[in-house]
C-alpha cells in the first residue's frame, strides 16, 4: 500500500469523522476497505483492534458495500473482532476508485429511529398467537428456526435473532450466538465446571453465554 493512498484514507477518515460527528458514541471505531482489504483504523476503545492489510471477509460489513456499493448496516458475529459488534458501512470513493468506509460500533449501539417492539406473534399447534413482549423468558436460534418461549410455551416466529437483537427493548440481552434473555427472568449467573459463565432463569432453564459476550453482559449486568 502506497503512502499516498494511505495518507488519502486518513484525511478521508477524518473528513467523515466531523460528518458523522453528531451520532458517533464516543466507543465507536472507524475502517476503510479498498481493494478488498483494511487500507485504515482508528478506535477510541481496546474493545476492537484491526490491523491495516487484514482482508477483507466475505461475510462482512465492508464486503457487501465494495459489492453493492451502497449503505449496509447488520449486527455482526464475532468473525472479525473475536466479539460480535454492529457496523454500519458507507461506499466511497479514495483515487477515484471504489471503497467502503466502515463505522464499529458497541453490540448494544442502535441509532433506528423507531419504538422497540411490544409484542411477537408466534405460530404453534394452535394457530398464530401475539406474546407481549415482557411475557418473554428467552429466544432461541434452532435449526435455522427462530423460537421464543413464554412460561413454558414455545413458539416460532420468522424474525432472525440478528433483527430482534436490533427491535427488542433494553431487557433483552444476547448472551450467545444461539439466545437472546429477558433479563427480568434471570435467577442467577454462575459458572459451570469449566469456569465459563451460565445464567439459569426463573424456571430452572439453564442456558451458557458465550465467552464472545460476557464482556458485554458484565458491563450491562454490573457484576
Known sequence: ????????????AMHYQTI???WLPKQSSIAIA???????????TDQFQLSVG???QKNSVAHAVLTSNSKIDAMMDETLFNQPYYGVGYPILINNERAALIVILPLHFSFLDKEPIRFLTGKDDNGW????????????SLNKKTWFYEKGTQHKTSITLKELQLSLPKQFLRIHRSYII???????????????????L??????????????????????
Do not use: C
Not at 129 to 140: K, N, W
Open 1 to 12: 500500500m502506497t503512502q499516498s493512498i494511505t495518507t488519502v484514507a486518513h484525511e478521508v
Open 20 to 22: 458523522l460527528a453528531d
Open 34 to 44: 479498498l481493494h478488498n482489504e483494511y487500507i485504515y483504523f482508528s478506535s477510541t
Open 54 to 56: 487484514t482482508p477483507v
Open 129 to 140: 398467537s401475539p406474546v407481549l413482549i415482557e411475557d418473554i423468558m428467552y429466544i432461541e
Open 182 to 200: 429477558n433479563i427480568h427472568y434471570i435467577k442467577t449467573i454462575t459458572r459451570d465446571l469449566t469456569s465459563n459463565f451460565q445464567v439459569t
Open 202 to 223: 426463573i424456571n430452572d432453564m439453564t442456558l451458557p453465554i458465550s465467552q464472545s459476550y460476557v464482556s458485554e453482559i458484565r458491563n450491562t449486568l454490573n457484576f
